[in-house]
C-alpha cells in the first residue's frame, strides 16, 4: 500500500504529542448481607447498569451475594496530561501529571516523615520495599522523581502511615517441611498437593525465579505442614476457596474450619505478608485427605472446578464420563465443590486448552479485564525523525518508502496508537511513552540509562536484534517483557523477550501437520534447490515413500521427469522449496500446463519467501494450483479496526498497522486481566484479532514464541485462510 500523506503526518503528530488514554477512578466494595445493587448504587452515587458494566458475575434482576468484591466506577471525568517534545528526535518520557489530581486515588495522609539519603545501587522499589510503602508513595513527597532518576546521595523525604497491628503470629519452623522436588513435578503440581497457591510457594521461597517456571529435580523447597497432621507422608489434600467477610477473626475462622492461626498462615503466607486477615482476601481451607499418589505431568493434567459447575457441563468440557471422573477422584462422590482439583487423563481431549499440566476454560480477555490496572508502556523504534524533513511532505514520504525500518515503525506505531484507543473505550487507563532509537545502539542505550524502568508493564521493540538484546538484557534486571514485533529471534537466547511473529521453524511445523491431518492417498512430490536440502530431507522423513525431482543446471525442471512420476489416478501434492523467485516462476508455469482432470496437482511450500511474491510469478497460475503455505497472518476485511484506523488517519491500514494493532491490543488486555504479561501468558491460550494470532510457549532458554499460525491458500484467485 502506497504510505497516504495523512496517515503519514498523523502518525508523526502522535510521535511529538504523545499518548494517554485515562480512564475514570474506581473503588472497591464487599457486599454485606442483606445489600441490594440499588442500595449500593446508591451508596456510591452511581447508576446501577455503572456497576453491572464492570462486574460480569452479576447479573441484573439478581440478588448480589454477600461477600462478592464489587468494582464501583466513582466518577466519569477523564484527564489528558501535557507532554514534552525529545529534544533528540523522539518524544520525551510521558510526565506523571496524574499525581495530585482528581483522577489520583484518595490514600491516608501521612503521620510525619523520616529522611533517607540514597546510596550507590539503591532504587525506588529497594526503598519502598524497605520502608513498606510504595513507589508511588515516594514520588508524591519528592517530585524531582518524575523527571529524574534516582542517584546516590539524593535526600528523600519518606512519609510515615499509621499502620494496622501486625499479625502477632509468625513463621515458626515447626510449622513448615522442606520437600524435595521429585521428576516430572512442577510448581503448579506441588503448589496443588499441599494447598496452597503458587504465589504462596514464590512468598515461602522468594529464590525461586519470578521469570521462569523451572524446577530442578532435588530442588529443596520449604512447604507448610498442618499442625493437626492432616498432611502426612506427602498425600494429596483437597482444599477449598474461602473469601474472608468484613470483620472476620483468626477465632471465628478456628470455630468454622477447625484450623488454627499458625495452620491458617502455614497454608496462606499472604495473611502475614499483608499484616492480618484483610476483607476480600482468598484463603485455601483443606477439606480432606485422599491419598492419590505422587502428583506429577506425566500421566494426567489437572483441573480447577469452577463456582456453580454442574456434572453435566464437567463431563462436556473435559470430554469424559462422569463415572471416569469418579474413578480417578473418588472424593466426587460427595458431589462437586469449587475448587477442588481433579485429575483428567494427559491424553483426554475436551473443550479445553492445556499449559503447564493444568485445564484452562477458554478466556474471554474483553469480559475478563480488571479496570483497576494501569498498564505502563514504553514504545522504543527507530522512527529515524533525525533523518527526515518533516518541512517537506513530499521528501519526507519518498524517505519513507525508501527506508523499510521508518515504513514499519510508523506502520506498527499507528495501529498499536488504534489498540489504545479501543482499550481506552473498555476502561482501560494506558500510559505511553514513546521514544525514537534512531537506529543506533548508542541512542538505545542512553533512552535505558535516562529511563526509570519501575513500574513498566512492557517494552514494545526495538526492531532490530542488537537492540533488542541489549533491551532484554536491561529489562531483566526489572522482570519485564520485552515484546519483539517484527524479529523471529531464533538466534537470541532473551529469556523475557515475547516473539510475537512465529518462526520459520513454527511455520514449517504447521504447514506439515496440517498436510498430514488432511492426507488420504495423495502422492506427495519434492522439488528443492540446493539450498533447501535440509528441507527436502525433513519432507522425505515426514512423508516416507515422496518422490524427488531434482533441477537441471539451469535451474528448471526435466517435463518428461515430473511427468512420469504425476499419477493420474490420485491427487498429486508438490512441495516446492526455493527462494529463487525465477525457479517459483518455471515450476508453477510448467505445473500449471499439466494441471488437468486427468492429472489433479496441488502446491505447496514449508516457507513462503519474497521470491513466491515477485511480479514474475503469475497470480492465476497459483490459484490454479490452489497453492497452500502456513503464514502469519491473514488477509483484513472491513472491520472495526480498518473503519477506526482510516477514521483515525484518513487512510487504509497496511500489514504492519494491522500487526501493530493486533500485539498492543493482545499486550493490553492481558495486562488488564492480570497486571503481568508473564503470568497471563501461563493462563490464556490461542488469542486472534484482526489478521494475526498469538499463542506463546516458553522455552527454558530462550523466551516466548508464538507458536499460532495460518494456513492460506490461493483459491479462485483469492487468498482465503483454511480451517478444515
Do not use: C
Amino acid at each position: 500500500m502506497k504510505l497516504n500523506k495523512k496517515a503519514i503526518l498523523a502518525t508523526i503528530l502522535l510521535l511529538f504529542v504523545g499518548v494517554s488514554a485515562i480512564a475514570q477512578k474506581f473503588a472497591t466494595h464487599s457486599v454485606k448481607a442483606g445489600e441490594t445493587l440499588e442500595s449500593i448504587a446508591k451508596q456510591y452515587k452511581v447508576s446501577e447498569q455503572g456497576i453491572l458494566n464492570y462486574n460480569k458475575e452479576v447479573k441484573k434482576g439478581q440478588p448480589v451475594k454477600a461477600n462478592t468484591i464489587l468494582v464501583i466506577p466513582v466518577g466519569d471525568k477523564t484527564f489528558t496530561p501535557v507532554v514534552k517534545q525529545d529534544k533528540v528526535g523522539g518524544v520525551d518520557a510521558l510526565l506523571d501529571k496524574l499525581q495530585g489530581s482528581e483522577m489520583a486515588l484518595e490514600r491516608a495522609k501521612p503521620v510525619g516523615f523520616t529522611s533517607h539519603r540514597t546510596r550507590r545501587k539503591e532504587t525506588l522499589y529497594g526503598i519502598a520495599k524497605q520502608f513498606h510503602i510504595t513507589e508511588d508513595d515516594i514520588k508524591r513527597y519528592n517530585r524531582e522523581l518524575y523527571s529524574v532518576q534516582l542517584k546516590k546521595g539524593m535526600t528523600l523525604k519518606i512519609p510515615k502511615y499509621k499502620r494496622e497491628k501486625e499479625v502477632e503470629t509468625g513463621y515458626s519452623e515447626e510449622n513448615y517441611l522442606v520437600y524435595a522436588v521429585q521428576p516430572k513435578e512442577t510448581r503448579w503440581s506441588i503448589a496443588h498437593k499441599y494447598g496452597i497457591t503458587v504465589d504462596s510457594l514464590l512468598i515461602l521461597n522468594p529464590d525461586l525465579s519470578k521469570t521462569t517456571d523451572h524446577l530442578a529435580t532435588g530442588q529443596e523447597l520449604l512447604l507448610p505442614k498442618l499442625l493437626s497432621g492432616v498432611i502426612k507422608n506427602q498425600k494429596t489434600q483437597l482444599f477449598t476457596s474461602y473469601t474472608v467477610p468484613p470483620k472476620q477473626t483468626f477465632y471465628s475462622l478456628e470455630k468454622k474450619f477447625g484450623l488454627s492461626s499458625e495452620e491458617l498462615i502455614a497454608l496462606n503466607p499472604q495473611i502475614k505478608e499483608r499484616g492480618g486477615l484483610k476483607e476480600g482476601m482468598v484463603l485455601q481451607i483443606p477439606v480432606r485427605t485422599i491419598n492419590a499418589g505422587v502428583v506429577n505431568t506425566e500421566n494426567y493434567n489437572f483441573y480447577e472446578v469452577n463456582p456453580k459447575q454442574t456434572e453435566f457441563s464437567l463431563t462436556r468440557k473435559l470430554g469424559v464420563t462422569y463415572r471416569e471422573l469418579l474413578d480417578l477422584n473418588p472424593d466426587l462422590k460427595d458431589g462437586l465443590k469449587a475448587g477442588m482439583v481433579l485429575k483428567i487423563p494427559k491424553d483426554q481431549t475436551g473443550n479445553f486448552e492445556v499449559k503447564n499440566a493444568l485445564i484452562l476454560d477458554r478466556i474471554n480477555l474483553v469480559d475478563s479485564i480488571n479496570p483497576l490496572y494501569k498498564p505502563k508502556l514504553l514504545f522504543l523504534l527507530p522512527f529515524r525523525l533525525d533523518r527526515l524533513n518533516l518541512d517537506d511532505i513530499e521528501a519526507t514520504t519518498t524517505s519513507i518508502e525508501k527506508r523499510k525500518d521508518v515504513k514499519y515503525s510508523l506502520g506498527l506505531y499507528s495501529g498499536a496508537m488504534v489498540a489504545i484507543d479501543s482499550v481506552a473505550k473498555l476502561g482501560i487507563s494506558v500510559d505511553v511513552r514513546t521514544f525514537d532509537t534512531e537506529l543506533s545502539m548508542v541512542r538505545t542505550r542512553s533512552i535505558l540509562q535516562r529511563e526509570n524502568l519501575n513500574g513498566v508493564s512492557a517494552i514494545f521493540g526495538p526492531l532490530d536484534p542488537e537492540s533488542l538484546k541489549e533491551v532484554a538484557l536491561q529489562a531483566s534486571q526489572y522482570n519485564l517483557p520485552v515484546v519483539a514485533p517484527m524479529t523471529e529471534g531464533s538466534n537470541l537466547s532473551l529469556g523475557n523477550v515475547f516473539f510475537a511473529m512465529p518462526s520459520k521453524k513454527v511455520l514449517q511445523e504447521q504447514i506439515l501437520d496440517y498436510v498430514s491431518e488432511v492426507r488420504s492417498d495423495q502422492k506427495i512430490i519434492v522439488i528443492a534447490d540446493e539450498k533447501n536440502k535440509p528441507t527436502q530431507a525433513i519432507l522425505l522423513k515426514k512423508f516416507p515413500g515422496a518422490k524427488i525431482v531434482g533441477l537441471k543446471e539451469d535451474r528448471s525442471v526435466n517435463i518428461n521427469e515430473i511427468s512420469a512420476m504425476l499419477s493420474a489416478t490420485t491427487e498429486n501434492w508438490v512441495f516446492l522449496e526455493t527462494d529463487q523467485a525465477n525457479v517459483v516462476y518455471h515450476v508453477a508455469s510448467l505445473l500449471n500446463s499439466m494441471n488437468n482432470k486427468v492429472k489433479n496437482i496441488r502446491l505447496f511450500t514449508t516457507d513462503k519467501n519474497r521470491a513466491f511474491e515477485n511480479e514474475l510469478v503469475s497470480y492465476s497460475h497459483m490459484s490454479n494450483l490452489r497453492f497452500t503455505y502456513a503464514s502469519p497472518s491473514r488477509e483484513v476485511g472491513n472491520d472495526g479496526f480498518t473503519r477506526a484506523y482510516s477514521e483515525k488517519f484518513g487512510a487504509e491500514p497496511d500489514a504492519y498497522a494491522v500487526r501493530g494493532f493486533d500485539i498492543a491490543y493482545d499486550l493490553l488486555l492481558k495486562l488488564a486481566y492480570k497486571n503481568n504479561l508473564i503470568d497471563a501468558s501461563k493462563l490464556i491460550g490461542v488469542t486472534e484479532y484482526t489478521g494475526n494470532k498469538f499463542n506463546f510457549a516458553k522455552n527454558p532458554t530462550s523466551g516466548y514464541f508464538n507458536r499460532a499460525s495460518y494456513i492460506m491458500s490461493f483459491q479462485n484467485m483469492e487468498v482465503v485462510e483454511l480451517k478444515e
